[in-house]
C-alpha cells in the first residue's frame, strides 16, 4: 500500500512539473549574487519556491512532533 502511494505521489509530481512547464516556458533572470545573473525557466523557479514551501511545513511538523514526543515523556 504504501508503496502505490509514494509513485502516485512520485506520478503526480512529475505530471505537475510538466504542467508548469507548459503553462510558464519563458527564461527569467535570477540574480544569485553581486554582478552574478543565472537565466532559468520560470517553471524551475515556480517549482524550487513549492519545494522550499513543503520542506518548512515538513521542518515545523516534524519540530512539532519531537517537542510533544518530549513533553510526553
Known amino acids: 500500500m504504501t508503496r502505490w502511494l509514494g509513485w502516485s505521489v512520485v506520478a503526480a509530481a512529475v505530471v505537475a ?3 508548469l512547464a507548459a503553462l510558464n516556458p519563458a527564461p527569467v533572470e535570477l540574480v544569485v549574487g ?3 545573473v543565472v537565466r532559468v525557466p ?3 523557479v515556480l517549482a524550487g519556491a513549492m519545494a ?3 520542506a518548512a511545513v515538513a521542518a515545523a511538523t516534524l519540530l512539532a512532533g519531537v517537542r510533544r514526543s518530549l513533553h510526553a515523556l
Open 42 to 44: 520560470l517553471a524551475v
Open 52 to 54: 522550499a514551501g513543503a
Open 34 to 36: 553581486p554582478g552574478h
Open 17 to 19: 512539473g510538466g504542467y
